[in-house]
């Protein structure tokens, strides 16, 4: 069935122009309202949002919708992703809403809705939404003397703050660490700095003076040269960037160079195992992880799990194998243990942890395998039209796989918030890997429209 409105993940679009309008964020609002009333007790829905500036417009239509649902409203503001799944969970909410697009500039914006256990909705319960709001709900409007009230949440952060801090033992100290902390002008420019500095780092803030406009601008998890130069400049022992919403991380060490999400989910998985915290004997990820990272697995007796590109889709297998660590190559690390979600922020802390165990420097300690050569490259197509269903490009990509015979692995997917088409290979030649990529781009460009 076709999604009208949601895509990987959530609601996403450009600020004040369909489908990111007030109109359907009121929409969505009397939607999930309604899907989520369910027996006769006083209903309740945590929004929290990321500082953009059309997080203004659309958080009081939100408000709107829930309210004429006869739903309580808990504003927390700026708030991470994860921080608005825990406090969903932990205030006995019905429903949790963030309102960010997450790593895209600022004239973007998005709706994540989450379920009152704090974990993302499943895509049948989104096709359900979808379904209410093109519905006429004007008889589920509540009478006058039913309207939901809205109310902020003033010590929000810090339930968060004592939430994220409480993930590691009490023996476990920052203190002698120097970090430069890149915070994306985001949601988590006030929570992550307390953190890190109430576990004793030194902390060195980029990206901490939002202003409606600068989020994600030459800054955060998508722009990570600005905390590697930082680094540099000022002599730190690692840098940590999040991105807008703060479900993701990126990581440098003291010399500048990235440590990739699959690096960090490697590092911590093994030492997971070495503790006895591992559950599941396996890491979940997504088709976009490296092989390398698949190999190292295998030599320490543990799996790779692979699903669709998403966390939401990494988060449903870990909760039907029982796995506690899984994610995403682009730093989207979920630790079931104490989120339900991504959170960079207290992957971060998870990271940094193992590494206070050891001695050296981060450069030595944090990268557990050797990349296999991968390339990703993006076509953008016409909207309407479809290449990979073109007969050439499909021959390509099949020639592809066979040229490869067994030594590297193609993957080709369309993005599911922008008209691209992602085309990434990986294997032991870079040359062949580098010429396989570009056999296939120059096929879907030719029919791109």
């Avoid at 915070?183 to 902390?203: D, F, H, I, Q, T």
């Avoid at 590092?267 to 490296?290: E, F, I, P, Y």
Wanted: proline share 4%; with cysteine; charged share 25%.
């Amino acid at each position: 069935m076709s999604r009208k409105y949601f895509g990987t993940d959530g609601i996403r679009g450009t600020a004040n122009t369909a489908p990111m309008t007030a109109e359907v964020a009121l929409k969505v609002g009397m939607a999930a309202g309604n899907y989520f009333t369910r027996g006769d007790h006083r209903h309740k829905v945590v929004i929290g949002k990321d500082t953009r500036l059309s997080g203004y417009m659309l958080e009081p239509a939100l408000v709107a919708g829930f309210t004429s649902m006869g739903m309580d409203v808990m504003l927390v503001g700026p708030m991470p992703t994860p921080a608005v799944a825990m406090l969903t969970k932990s205030m006995r909410a019905d429903i949790g809403v963030m309102i960010s697009a997450s790593h895209n500039p600022f004239q973007d914006n998005g709706i994540k809705l989450f379920g009152p256990d704090g974990f993302k909705l499943s895509d049948e319960v989104e096709l359900e939404i979808e379904a209410l709001m093109d519905s006429d709900l004007s008889h589920k409007l509540v009478p006058a003397n039913a309207l939901g009230r809205a109310q902020r949440i003033d010590d929000a952060p810090g339930r968060y703050i004592e939430a994220v801090k409480s993930s590691l033992p009490g023996s476990v100290t920052l203190e002698g660490l120097r970090i430069v902390l890149d915070c994306a002008n985001g949601a988590a420019y006030s929570v992550a700095p307390k953190v890190l500095r109430e576990l004793g780092a030194e902390v060195i803030e980029i990206g901490t003076k939002p202003n409606g406009l600068n989020i994600n601008d030459q800054c955060g998890s998508t722009h990570t040269k600005t905390m590697c130069d930082r680094v540099l400049s000022e002599k730190a022992d690692v840098g940590i960037a999040l991105d807008g919403d703060a479900d993701r991380i990126q990581m440098c060490d003291e010399k500048g160079h990235l440590i990739d999400g699959d690096q960090l989910m490697g590092l911590v998985t093994t030492h997971w195992k070495r503790t006895g915290q591992l559950r599941g004997n396996a890491l979940v990820a997504t088709v976009m992880s490296n092989l390398g990272l698949e190999r190292y697995l295998e030599s320490n007796g543990l799996r790779l799990i692979r699903t669709k590109v998403g966390d939401r889709y990494v988060v449903e297998q870990m909760r039907a194998l029982d796995c506690n660590v899984g994610g995403e190559q682009s730093g989207h690390i979920v630790l079931s243990d104490f989120a339900s979600t991504g959170d960079g922020l207290l992957a971060g802390l998870q990271v940094l942890a193992v590494l206070a165990s050891r001695s050296g420097p981060v450069s030595e300690m944090s990268r557990v395998f050797e990349p296999l050569p991968q390339i990703l490259k993006n076509v953008r197509y016409t909207a309407g039209a479809d290449p990979l269903s073109q007969s050439r490009v499909i021959d390509a990509i099949s020639s592809a796989e066979k040229a490869f015979n067994g030594d590297g692995r193609v993957l080709i997917r369309k993005s599911g918030t922008e008209p691209l088409i992602r085309v990434m290979a990986e294997g032991d030649d870079a040359v062949k890997v580098e010429q396989i990529v570009d056999g296939i781009v120059a096929e879907i460009t030719a029919v791109a429209g």
